[in-house]
């Protein structure tokens, strides 16, 4: 059972605690079927609130794909207890933000797109981001401080547990 984890780095200013928003975020992701080499050539998404079942009762996955080359059934699971937000305190550092269980397939390419959220650092006022172009940027009326992510990069790393 690999798992995989996704990371995050990124610039903050003013903001913290980024995480994807609710079980329905949409994770956009790239894949590549372990078997034969096939790469889907747009981004397929999978969700906590999705649940497929595997072709002979082996139980059930957030995403069950068949590859368009070889025919193999892939699967990846997303692993509830490992989500995790990126705060003020890790800004520079990349940070696992979330684990899934891989069967077939690995995880090239992750689009961030909408359904981020995060807060003020000083006031906690919540802010909705969008995170498609990979920086924002805001005003917090609160703390009258402008609030800014940039130079946000994702990866994808093997992880044992």
Request: glycine share 6%.
């Amino acid at each position: 059972m690999p798992k995989i984890a996704l990371q995050i780095q990124a610039q903050m200013e003013n903001i913290t605690d980024l995480k994807p928003d609710g079980e329905d975020f949409r994770y956009y992701m790239k894949l590549k079927c372990e078997n034969c080499g096939e790469e889907t050539p747009e981004f397929i998404y999978c969700t906590l609130t999705d649940s497929y079942p595997l072709t002979g009762g082996r139980g059930h996955a957030t995403l069950v794909l068949k590859c368009k080359l070889c025919k193999r059934e892939n699967s990846i699971d997303i692993l509830k207890d490992s989500l995790d937000a990126y705060t003020i305190d890790d800004v520079g550092k990349y940070k696992n933000i979330v684990k899934f269980d891989c069967r077939g397939v690995s995880p090239l390419e992750f689009s961030p797109r909408i359904g981020w959220v995060a807060k003020g650092v000083e006031s906690n006022t919540p802010f909705t981001i969008d995170m498609s172009e990979k920086e924002w940027f805001d005003y917090d009326e609160k703390s009258s401080e402008s609030v800014s992510i940039t130079e946000v990069l994702f990866k994808f790393v093997h992880v044992k547990h």
